[in-house]
Nanobody
């Protein structure tokens, strides 16, 4: 079974960029579609982005479309979320996970093997 771990979070200012990394162990990430979720203080988990197993398909939440990019690394066990033009409302703990169901569903139950999360804080 695959395990995931996120890194790359930090404290940035409005308009800055940040890249989050997701590393896998136990099984190559290339075997799975992948996704990112986030949870802001006092709010429910929110789908952010997903990428298919082949990398040919991507999907984004409307709130990040045009600013965030999800992509796979050249190494088989890495996946990234490039975040540009960050806003204070992007402040959250970000989690990566694998797609355990069918491609196309952004519901949390369609994902598994959650990492511990990485904190992103955007100051105004």
């Amino acid at each position: 079974q695959v395990q995931t771990a996120e890194s790359g979070g930090g404290l940035v200012r409005t308009g800055d960029s940040l890249r989050l990394d997701c590393a896998a162990s136990g099984s190559p990430l290339a075997s799975y579609g992948m996704g990112w979720f986030r949870q802001a203080p006092g709010k429910d988990d929110e789908f952010v982005a997903a990428i298919s197993r082949s990398g040919a398909l991507t999907e984004y939440a409307d709130s990040v479309k045009g600013r965030f990019t999800i992509y796979r690394g050249s190494a088989k066990n890495t996946m990234y979320l490039e975040m540009n033009n960050l806003k204070p409302e992007d402040t959250a703990v970000y989690y990566c996970a694998v797609i355990v169901g069918a491609w196309g569903s952004t519901e949390k139950r369609n994902f598994g093997s959650w990492g511990q999360g990485t904190q992103v804080t955007v100051s105004s």
